[in-house]
């Protein structure tokens, strides 16, 4: 299983959110590149890059920190937030992504992500699959669409796509344990995708938990922040 450490970029700092709530933020360094340079140090080999600026704007708004991260670590890199035409897929591309997540855009414009997975490819573009309860949340995690969950998964494998990145909004910045049930119930339903886990993870035994559901990767943020898994716990899975 893959271990992928978070940044989640707001004003171009390195923040945290509680449940995708943006008056409930934690600012824990000013240097987004100090600290990815940190998780490149421990060995890790991917991240997680959010621009909530950009979730809230609609369109790619830190590209100058995405860009110094791809210029000073060896990191792959998935970014987010943002990315809702093709202009912002190229520039976000350019800037040294090597994948780019589609979340509520693959709610309101599913031809357009189709497009851009059979032009990029599923290795490049990922489904953000942003979820509270049974259905899928878009617009900077503010509104629920009518799209459940299990149908935006079913939907984009059908057209392509592979690699689901599954946040659990409820979850998100809390600490209390990612979604381990709805997992294993996606990967029994949908063998053929890779599912990443996004949201609640806290321990190592969350990530053990995860890794023997037979989870592809699994996303840390406010764990590795707040200490409750240090960077060189991590080693055993690397």
């Known amino acids: 299983m893959e271990i992928i450490p978070a940044i989640d970029l707001l004003n171009g700092q390195c923040v945290r959110l509680s449940a995708g709530d943006f008056a409930r933020q934690t600012t824990y360094d000013a240097n987004p590149v100090a600290v990815a340079q940190r998780f490149a140090d421990a060995g890790l080999r991917r991240l997680h890059l959010v621009d909530l600026d950009g979730a809230r704007a609609g369109r790619p708004v830190n590209l100058g920190v995405l860009e110094a ?6 990191l792959d890199i998935d970014a987010g937030g943002g990315i809702q035409t093709d202009e912002a897929l190229k520039q976000v591309l350019a800037a040294g992504a090597a994948h780019a997540t589609a979340g509520s855009l693959a709610v309101r414009e599913p031809a357009t992500v189709q497009r851009w997975l059979a032009h990029h490819g599923a290795d490049t573009v990922f489904l953000g699959a942003d ?7 878009i617009n900077a995690w503010v509104e629920q669409s009518a799209l459940t969950l299990r149908g935006f998964i079913a ?5 392509g796509g592979s690699t689901f990145i599954c946040t659990d909004v409820s979850k998100d910045g809390l600490l209390q344990g990612p979604a381990l ?4 119930t996606l990967i029994q339903e949908f063998p053929a995708a890779r599912f990443i886990a996004s949201g609640g993870v806290t321990t190592v035994n969350d990530l053990e938990l995860l890794a023997e559901a037979g989870m592809h990767g699994a996303i840390i943020g406010k764990a590795l922040y707040e200490g409750t898994i240090a960077l060189p716990d991590l080693r055993r899975f690397l």
């Open 69 to 74: 991260i791809a210029r000073h670590t060896v």
């Open 131 to 137: 979820f509270k309860g049974d259905h899928i949340m």
């Open 155 to 159: 939907d984009f494998l059908n057209v």
């Open 181 to 184: 049930t709805t997992y294993q």
